[in-house]
Nanobody, 114 residues
């Protein structure tokens, strides 16, 4: 069974930065379009950024210019560099394929607060 393990979250002040990591235990990672999702309290989970097999990236408007998604296929790792964080970025962040192919991991909490 494929496991997705997210890490790197924490408490940060507005304007701060964090780098999230996701380890995926699948041998077809390099064939998957991967994404970072987030779920804020009382809201539905949303896709924040995704990266294609070829390395093309897509972002929702609210994070464009602040977040950068990347991947290391040799290590089966997905990353999300987050800068200029805002309180509205507070959420639990998850990784998965864009189609949510695998069971969700435990996520990593990101809290942006002064």
């Amino acid at each position: 069974q494929v496991q997705l393990v997210e890490s790197g979250g924490g408490l940060v002040q507005p304007g701060g930065s964090l780098r999230l990591s996701c380890a995926a235990s699948t041998n077809i990672f390099n064939l998957l379009r991967m994404g970072w999702f987030r779920q804020a309290p009382g809201k539905q989970r949303e896709l924040v950024a995704d990266i294609t097999v070829g390395g093309n990236t897509n972002y929702i408007d609210s994070v464009k210019g602040r977040f950068t998604i990347s991947r290391d296929n040799a290590k089966n790792m997905l990353y999300l560099q987050m800068t200029s964080l805002k309180p509205e970025d507070t959420a639990v962040y998850y990784c998965n394929t864009v189609s949510s192919r695998y069971s969700w991991g435990q996520g990593t909490q990101v809290t942006v607060s002064s």
